[in-house]
């Protein structure tokens, strides 16, 4: 099935993000040759919950708000786990978002 591939595809990248760092849907997208895509790219993120060696924590949007939050276990996981990497977040928003940005390498 394409999707499954496309998912994989976005988990090989998720698992590249380095302790600390964050990446957004779309640049995911961009990165996989897919830049409309980022809606998909979420929806990666959101399947992939029993998979604990894809942070999809450090995937946010591309203004560094936390807008996968809610499919995470507990209130404010999402946040909690940015937090221990040192990304600082208020009102589910990354503080120096560019700081902490990671850009993905192009895939294709």
Not at 21 to 34: E, H, N, Q
């Amino acid at each position: 099935m394409a999707e499954e591939n496309f998912f994989e595809r976005v988990y090989v990248i998720a698992r590249q993000i380095p302790f600390g760092k964050v990446t957004s849907y779309g640049a995911i997208a961009k990165a996989l040759g897919t830049a409309r895509s980022a809606r998909m790219v979420g929806w990666a993120m959101n399947a992939c919950h029993n998979m604990d060696d894809v942070p999809a924590h450090r995937v946010v949007n591309q203004k560094g708000l936390l807008t996968g939050k809610h499919h995470f276990d507990g209130t404010n996981l999402m946040q909690q786990l940015l937090e221990n990497e040192g990304i600082k977040v208020v009102n589910n928003q990354i503080v120096d978002f560019e700081k902490h940005f990671w850009k993905p390498e192009v895939q294709y």
